[in-house]
T-cell receptor, first 110, second 118 residues
Framework: QKEVEQNSGPLSVPEGAIASLNCTYSDRVSQSFFWYRQYSGKSPELIMSIYSNGDKEDGRFTAQLNKASQYVSLLIRDSQPSDSATYLCAVNTGGFKTIFGAGTRLFVKA | EAGVAQSPRYKIIEKRQSVAFWCNPISGHATLYWYQQILGQGPKLLIQFQNNGVVDDSQLPKDRFSAERLKGVDSTLKIQPAKLEDSAVYLC????????????????FGPGTRLTVL
C-alpha cells in the first residue's frame, strides 16, 4: 500500500463547478497535511495546510481532514480554467518525514 | 522575501558525465530538501538537511549521488556518473524547521532544474 494515495485523474469539471480532490494516507500518526498546486513545467506551490479534523477554508479552496478515516480532501469552488493543474497531497508523518502523493490532474473546461 | 533559488534551470548532458545543481533556501529556513520528480509522478525525497546535518538520505543513490550543505545555508547536489534514468526535474525546497511544529513543515519550492541525460 502506498503511503499517500491520490487518484491520478484526469478529473474534468466544467467552469464554475466544484472540483473535489481526494487523498488517503496510511500512517495513523500523521499530523500535518498539505495541498500543493503544480502547473505544467512549474514547481509545486503550497495552497493549503490543515492540521485538525474538520474544514479549513481559504477563498475558493476548502481543505477537509478526517483523521479517523485517514482521508484529506480539497474542494475548489467556482472552478476556473486557471485552476487546471496537478494537485499534490503531502502528509507529514511526524518528526522529519513528509511524503507526497503522485498528484491528481485537474482540467477545468471553459 | 526572496524565494528558493536554484541553478541552472536546464541542463543537458551525456550519460556517464557529471552534473551539479545549486540551491539557496529562503533566508532563515533551517531545513533544506532535494527532490527528484519524474514526469507524471510526485516529488521523491532524495535528501533532507537540518542546518548542515543530514536527517534523511534513505532514498539517495549514494553510489552516484552526493549532496552537501557545508555552512547550513546553500546546498549542492551532484550526480556522477549520470544515467539515462536520472532524467528528471530536481527540486529544492526549504522549510523553517521541518520537525515537529506544524506550520514549520510547510515547504516552499524553488523553480527546479530540468536534467536531460542523453
Amino acid at each position: 500500500q502506498k503511503e499517500v494515495e491520490q487518484n491520478s485523474g484526469p478529473l474534468s469539471v466544467p467552469e464554475g463547478a466544484i472540483a473535489s480532490l481526494n487523498c488517503t494516507y496510511s500512517d495513523r500518526v500523521s499530523q500535518s497535511f498539505f495541498w500543493y498546486r503544480q502547473y505544467s513545467g512549474k514547481s509545486p506551490e503550497l495552497i493549503m495546510s490543515i492540521y485538525s479534523n474538520g474544514d479549513k477554508e481559504d477563498g475558493r479552496f476548502t481543505a477537509q481532514l478526517n483523521k479517523a478515516s485517514q482521508y484529506v480532501s480539497l474542494l475548489i469552488r467556482d472552478s476556473q480554467p486557471s485552476d487546471s493543474a496537478t494537485y499534490l497531497c503531502a502528509v507529514n508523518t511526524g518528526g522529519f518525514k513528509t511524503i507526497f502523493g503522485a498528484g491528481t490532474r485537474l482540467f477545468v473546461k471553459a | 522575501e526572496a524565494g528558493v533559488a536554484q541553478s541552472p534551470r536546464y541542463k543537458i548532458i551525456e550519460k556517464r558525465q557529471s552534473v551539479a545543481f545549486w540551491c539557496n533556501p529562503i533566508s532563515g529556513h533551517a531545513t533544506l530538501y532535494w527532490y527528484q520528480q519524474i514526469l507524471g509522478q510526485g516529488p521523491k525525497l532524495l535528501i533532507q538537511f537540518q542546518n548542515n546535518g543530514v536527517v534523511d538520505d534513505s532514498q539517495l543513490p549514494k553510489d552516484r549521488f552526493s549532496a552537501e550543505r557545508l555552512k547550513g545555508v546553500d546546498s549542492t547536489l551532484k550526480i556522477q556518473p549520470a544515467k539515462l534514468e536520472d532524467s528528471a526535474v530536481y527540486l529544492c525546497a526549504s522549510s523553517i524547521i521541518g520537525t515537529s511544529g506544524r506550520e514549520n513543515n510547510e515547504q516552499f519550492f524553488g523553480p527546479g532544474t530540468r536534467l536531460t541525460v542523453l
